[in-house]
């Protein structure tokens, strides 16, 4: 003989009605990830790696937020189906009366976004599906990436490319603004206060057969346009959305032990136990997730700010040099001297020397940096969706673990 349904519905209306709020704020954990996460392309710069975090960031990103949308429309429908247990159990409409505690500065905007705009697709009745929540588009937010000014600015310090950027005098038909730096470290003032010498030298030298490597527009400009300060923001501005899951895990463990204390069903307080167990799992298993991604980034913008260092640095000591190298060739040139006498005093190879060793030592730099930096932001590209077990996967999408929908018939 089976033992009557006992259970506590305050409980189980306190239960569903976290649910439903959480649901909303994993929906918008979803498009606050996808605001501050996206990262402008010019910022990963032109080094040899640049095109590989771009987009493994970006795929990381879409991952996150993959994951984000699958926890809000999976937690809406078990909000859904206990508050139908309640209904059905005590024969009365469920209202869902909304109040967000959720102590984020930084996620709590984007829920106050929807302008209160929650709904649900209708109250839950006994012996009706009320249907999961549905929530309102959010209030689109302006980066300060996204204005005018920093738009400007960014197409001015992108210009040029292989072609252009050697100008035939000292002025910069390439259009590269030098003054564009929008980090303000030392490789900014550097590229400020040399980027047009430096053109021209490298010019001069490529005139004059120089086939080797150039250490300011190989080298220099392609970590210039590389903005590490931006990405280690949009890094840092992930970890608010990993602690937005963290409170939703704590408070959501205990709510889960208060039902479990209060519900006695045989078999469907048992399968619901264990379905917002594997819920739980799966909310532990994002929030690693989002804070990986954000120990990528950080990592990143770390390795870019040590290459500026070393880059400034070298630019510095060597720079100077190799320009009056140039003004020598010229000289020479002017006095009908250029290319007479032997290596050593000859103005045009002493300049190419010059180029080269200053290109040998920004290679060395990057190639030490090399290994580090192919290996950061490797996010698994391979869509093993069938899977689910989300500890077996890497670090795309966490497929949501099949549900135990027998629980939810509150009669039964």
């Not at 150039?214 to 890094?235: C, E, K, M, V």
């Not at 180029?355 to 930096?373: C, M, P, S, T, Y």
């Not at 192919?374 to 497929?399: C, F």
Request: glycine share 8%; net charge negative; proline share 5%.
């Amino acid at each position: 003989m089976s033992q009557p349904l006992q259970v506590a519905v305050q409980a189980l209306q306190r239960y569903g009605r976290e649910q439903f709020e959480d649901a909303a704020i994993y929906n918008a954990l979803r498009n606050y990830l996808l605001y501050v996460g996206t990262v402008p392309e010019g910022a990963w710069g032109e080094l040899p790696w640049s095109a590989t975090w771009r987009d493994r960031w970006a795929l990381g990103l879409e991952h996150r937020a993959a994951e984000a949308q699958l926890i809000s429309e999976h937690t809406g429908e078990h909000a859904a189906a206990i508050l139908k247990v309640a209904a059905d159990y005590t024969d009365t409409d469920q209202q869902v009366a909304l109040n967000f505690d959720l102590q984020n500065e930084y996620v709590s905007p984007f829920l106050a976004a929807y302008g209160g705009g929650y709904t649900s697709t209708g109250v839950y009745k006994p012996g009706t599906d009320g249907g999961a929540p549905y929530f309102d588009s959010p209030t689109v937010f302006t980066r300060p990436d996204n204005t005018d000014e920093f738009k400007k600015l960014n197409a001015e310090r992108m210009a040029g490319d292989s072609d252009t950027l050697m100008p035939c005098t000292v002025s910069n038909p390439a259009g590269i603004n030098f003054s564009a730096g929008m980090v303000g470290d030392e490789l900014d003032h550097f590229v400020e206060q040399y980027g047009e010498d430096m053109l021209c030298t490298e010019y001069i030298a490529r005139q004059r057969d120089y086939d080797g490597a150039l250490p300011f527009t190989d080298y220099i400009l392609p970590a210039w346009r590389s903005l590490p300060g931006l990405i280690r923001n949009r890094a840092e501005l992930l970890y608010p959305a990993q602690h937005a899951y963290t409170e939703c895990y704590d408070e959501m463990k205990l709510d889960i032990a208060t039902v479990r204390d209060n519900w006695f069903s045989p078999g469907a307080a048992l399968a619901w136990f264990r379905q917002a167990n594997a819920h739980l799992n799966y909310l532990d298993a994002i929030s690693d997730e989002v804070k990986w991604l954000g120990d990528q980034g950080i990592a990143a913008a770390t390795l870019v700010e040590g290459l500026r260092n070393r880059y400034a640095e070298y630019g510095h000591n060597r720079a100077k040099d190799c320009i009056e190298l140039a003004k020598a060739v010229l000289d020479a040139e002017a006095d009908m001297l250029g290319g007479i006498g032997d290596c050593k005093t000859n103005p045009v190879k002493a300049l190419g020397s010059a180029l080269k060793g200053f290109a040998n030592v920004l290679f060395i730099e990057l190639r030490q940096k090399h290994d580090a930096a192919i290996n950061l932001i490797n996010v698994d590209e391979q869509r093993r969706k069938e899977q689910t077990d989300p500890g077996t996967l890497a670090h795309d999408t966490h497929p949501f673990p099949e549900a135990n929908p027998g629980w939810a018939n509150g009669k039964d």
